[in-house]
């Protein structure tokens, strides 16, 4: 069963626009909520991260919003470029230290058109 | 990708034979992981190591073993492999934070 449920599974954005990848979980305990970005044949690479402490976080054009209550959040690109193609995957995970097992949504492939 | 290799990169190898995947970072992290990527899956962990010769199981553990010498290698064994194990294998890394940085990938098929 998955733990962390992401939608949509494929995106197309024309460059410049707005791409919007959502995500929601249903364990509470749920603490640590992290968006990593693919490349073919690539590892995953850490984009950005947040706690549910606050409900908005934002690094460059990449924001994540986050929703405690309905147990969702949103990765939001701005501008985006056709560069950003990749797949993106939402996780995550409990514990504020120590070992953690992140766990996925099933990636969103995004593709940016010039 | 963090200081993180993994080998081999790519593997073809036949049912029922053992095989072991090898990660090796130099960043001196003491948390370890392995995952697999499946299409509609995305990545789940099959182990885990908070130390040397500490490791605990993941999600589908199931057909693997792993094993850590020294805090700079982690290696996962599929004791006998099967088709169902074809997949792309990631290790990572995390230290004090939850930040987990992942490796190149292995992509390994059972024929």
């Known amino acids: 069963q998955q733990q962390v449920k992401q939608s949509p599974q494929s995106l197309i954005v024309q460059k410049g626009g707005i791409s919007i990848i959502n995500c929601a979980y249903e364990n509470t305990a749920f603490d640590y909520f992290p968006w990593y970005q693919q490349f073919p044949g690539k590892g995953p690479a850490l984009l950005i991260a947040?706690?549910?402490?606050?409900s908005e976080k934002k690094e460059g054009r990449f924001t994540i919003s986050f929703n405690k209550s309905a147990k969702q959040f949103s990765l939001h690109i701005m501008d985006s470029q056709p560069g950003d193609s990749a797949t993106y995957f939402c996780?995550?995970?409990?514990?504020?230290?120590?070992?953690?097992?992140?766990?996925f949504g099933t990636g969103t492939r995004l593709t940016v058109i010039p | 990708d963090a200081g993180i290799t993994q080998s081999p990169r790519h593997k073809v190898t036949e049912t029922g034979t053992p095989v072991t995947l090898r990660c090796h970072q130099t960043?001196?992290?003491?948390?370890m992981y392995w995952y697999r990527q499946d299409p509609g899956h995305g990545l789940r962990l099959i182990h885990y190591?908070?130390?040397?010769?500490?490791?605990d199981k993941g999600e589908v553990s199931d057909g693997y073993s792993v094993s850590r010498s020294k805090t700079e290698d982690f290696l996962l064994t599929l004791e006998s492999a099967t088709s169902s194990q074809t997949s792309v294998y990631f290790c990572?890394?995390?230290?004090?934070?939850?930040?987990?940085?992942f490796g190149p990938g292995t992509r390994l098929t059972v024929l």
């Open positions: 947040i706690r549910p402490d606050v």
């Open positions: 990572a890394i995390s230290g004090v934070s939850n930040e987990q940085f």
């Open positions: 960043e001196n992290h003491r948390y």
């Open positions: 190591s908070y130390g040397v010769k500490d490791t």
């Open positions: 996780a995550a995970s409990m514990g504020q230290t120590g070992a953690n097992n992140l766990f």
